[in-house]
């Protein structure tokens, strides 16, 4: 099984930053990593979540409108971990981040446990 851990949540102000980091572990070798795509999502209300960015194999990255352009999401294939580097933070942005690995030819999603992001005025 592959786990996911994410790191880097805690409290901003305003326009500040903030970098999300999640590294995968266990049954994934290099390959695999390289070829999966990767995401971020949050919580929003009701226990779901939106998706937030996403970083396919090649490196191809979109994002929500809601964060596009102050949201940027980057992927290291040696150290087998996605980021998610957040400029000019607002307070909605304020959720639970989850990390997501879904690997190549599957529809099987795997899940990080979360890192909360909170964002003061």
């Known amino acids: 099984q592959v786990q996911l851990v994410e790191s880097g949540g805690g409290l901003a102000q305003v326009g500040g930053s903030l970098t999300l980091s999640c590294a995968a572990s266990g049954a994934i070798d290099g390959p695999a990593f390289r070829l999966a795509t990767l995401a971020w999502y949050r919580q929003v209300g009701g226990g779901q979540r939106e998706w937030v960015a996403i970083?396919?194999?090649?490196?191809?990255?979109n994002f929500a409108d809601s964060v596009k352009g102050r949201f940027a999401i980057s992927r290291d294939n040696a150290r087998n971990s996605v980021s998610l580097q957040m400029n000019n933070l607002k307070p909605e942005d304020t959720r639970v981040y989850y990390c997501?690995?879904?690997?190549?030819?599957?529809?099987?999603?795997?899940w990080g446990q979360g890192t909360q992001v909170t964002v003061s005025s």
């Open positions: 997501n690995f879904r690997a190549w030819g599957t529809t099987d999603d795997v």
């Open positions: 970083i396919a194999p090649g490196g191809t990255t």
